[in-house]
């Protein structure tokens, strides 16, 4: 809950930080993968949890001149949604719906831009029902699909607070996207277990994460 509040705090902070105040309170570990995987002008999908401050995550890439596409749901409240998106979309995010944003986001990729997605959200209709910590939960097979479809690279990225003001992002090695859908999906959740089990009380989860859905 303490990395929660300070995560809505962050959120409405990013409006008023300015570029280089952003710059300064994030580090990057790994971006020489996310430059590599760039080169290849196939686009990126940045795939994360709800982990650390996710949200200045985002917009420290943004502010360092990545391009990025996002996909957002009702975030805190149906009135508060729509000035978090502003607040995104000024700092140079794309925010785009699950139901209407499928173009937008395989436009980004054919620009060899960044798409970032959270695996473990629940903006998306059906999915693919993977163990998770030993227990069955539904995970959305969008990353694994759209990288089939485009060529584009999927990296595990993560925004790890290391202060109350301050975040290391981490970029991991890209996910072999050979197999099916299942498979790959499975492999990324591996990362994702990795980094929950590293920070427990980073991982903001407030819904019956595996309740099966009808």
């Known amino acids: 809950m303490l ?8 959120t409405f902070r990013l409006a008023h930080l300015g570029r280089r105040r952003l710059l300064a309170a994030a580090t990057v570990t790994g971006r020489e993968k996310l430059d590599r995987a760039l080169a290849s002008g196939d686009g990126v999908i940045l795939v994360t949890g709800h982990i650390g401050s996710w949200e200045m995550g985002g917009a420290a890439l943004a502010a360092m001149g990545y391009s990025i596409t996002t996909v957002a749901g009702v975030q805190f409240s149906p009135a508060l949604s729509p000035h978090i998106k502003k ?10 719906s699950s139901n209407t944003g499928l173009k937008r986001i395989v436009k980004a990729l054919d620009l060899g831009e960044i798409v970032a997605l959270h ?20 995970f959305p097979a969008g990353p694994a699909v759209l990288a089939a479809k485009t060529g584009a690279a999927v990296l ?5 607070r290391t202060g109350r003001r301050s ?3 981490i970029i991991e090695n890209a996910i072999p996207v050979k197999g099916d859908e299942e498979t790959v999906t499975r492999m990324i959740l591996k990362v994702v277990e990795t980094y929950i089990k590293r ?5 903001c989860m407030f819904r019956h994460f595996w309740e099966a859905r009808p």
């Open 167 to 169: 975040i290391r992002i």
């Open 3 to 10: 990395n929660f509040g300070r995560n809505v705090v962050d």
């Open 199 to 203: 920070y427990p009380d980073q991982w």
């Open 87 to 96: 607040i995104k979309q000024d700092l140079g995010i794309d925010v785009v």
């Open 156 to 160: 595990p990225a993560f925004a790890i």
């Open 119 to 138: 695996i473990d959200g629940d903006q998306f209709a059906g999915g693919i029902e993977l163990s998770f910590f030993g227990r069955k939960a539904v």
